[in-house]
């Protein structure tokens, strides 16, 4: 398949000392929903403004389409579509005004009619931007990039705010939109939302890609399908290397009090955990058990949740 985006070595440092980007690497293909994750300040938000051309790399090499911004800047912005974290429009604009003026930044934008239906604001058409919910503004903000016709989605963050209805309607309108061929790069704070709608992911702390492959891939690369989470009684509870020795266990932590562990086989494990415990003289307070998720990827590689500053 064709490469849509590709960086190599991206770095970017502010006032030469603070790393933002510190060498990064990423292909993406075309067609592909892309999802770029990490905690609060590891660089994503860097690393996009980058890849939009809004943002000069201290150093690396940046490929769109082919092409790189300093040679066919002009001819990108025609095949781009960008929402942004927090998109100001005019307020006394109407829905229908709005995505007129941002068609009109292009040579081959999409109906405005069209777009609005797809973003299910055609009963909005003639509302003031000022008179809109917070779930109608962030749906207008993605139908601003749509309306460009783009080859390229870049979507930061694009359902928050929205009710879970809206949230699966937008979905649905990325699948749409990779289905007519389009490349998307999102990023999100729902884990679900990334397991659900992303072919690939890079997960990135601190400038560096530190996992990246289908989010399948990175829960099998976790070491177990399952997660078992357990409190007690005992002071032995905390010791967590004591934990790895149980059967069908690959890894151990601690999270919101409770230890958690990832194993392949819960059957061979729980019953293994609850003679321990016996033997400790330790009560069982908590027991619960699930599958693996991206969001135990992500808190096993950055030590954070996603949503933590």
């Known amino acids: ?54 943002l000069q790399p201290t150093s690396g090499e940046v490929e769109i389409l082919g092409s790189t911004w300093n040679a066919q800047n002009r001819e990108l912005r025609e095949v781009l579509g960008i929402s942004l974290q927090e998109t ?29 239906a797809e973003m299910a604001l055609t ?19 993605v139908a601003t990039a749509l309306v460009a016709n783009p080859k390229i989605l870049f979507l930061d963050e694009p359902t928050t705010g929205l009710d879970p209805q809206s949230r699966r309607q937008l979905w649905e309108i990325i699948r749409q939109f990779q289905q007519r061929g389009g490349t998307v790069l999102l990023t999100t704070h729902y884990m679900d939302e990334a397991e659900r709608l992303c072919d690939r992911i890079a997960i990135i702390d601190h400038g560096l890609t530190i996992a990246s ?6 829960i099998e690369r976790l070491g177990g399908h399952h997660m078992v989470e357990f409190d007690a009684t005992g002071d032995g509870l905390r010791e967590l290397e ?3 020795s149980l059967p069908g266990v690959e890894a151990v932590h601690e999270e919101d009090g409770k230890v958690v562990l990832s194993v392949r086989e819960p059957h061979e494990t729980i019953p293994a955990l609850l003679a321990a415990l016996q033997k400790q003289n330790s009560h069982l307070l908590h ?8 969001e135990d990827v992500f808190v096993r590689l950055t030590g954070r949740h996603l949503r933590e500053e």
């Not at 009963?123 to 903000?141: D, F, H, I, P, Y």
């Not at 492959?213 to 990175?218: I, K, Q, V």
């Open 1 to 54: 398949m064709d490469v849509a985006i590709r960086c190599r070595q991206l770095r970017k440092t502010y006032e030469g000392k603070v790393e933002a980007v510190r060498g990064l690497d990423l292909e993406i293909l075309a067609g592909e929903c892309f999802g770029l994750l990490g905690p609060n300040g590891a660089g994503k938000t860097t690393t996009i403004e980058i890849l939009e051309g809004l």
């Open 88 to 116: 100001r429009l005019g307020e006394k604009l109407t829905v229908r005004e709005t995505l007129d003026l941002f068609a009109s930044f292009y040579r081959r934008p999409r109906s405005t009619n069209e777009v609005m």
């Open 123 to 141: 009963e909005k058409a003639n509302t003031w931007v000022g008179k809109l919910s917070g779930g109608q503004r962030q749906r207008l903000a």
């Open 213 to 218: 492959g289908t989010p399948a891939e990175l």
């Open 242 to 244: 004591a934990w790895r």
């Open 287 to 294: 027991l619960t058990t699930r599958q693996a998720s991206l």
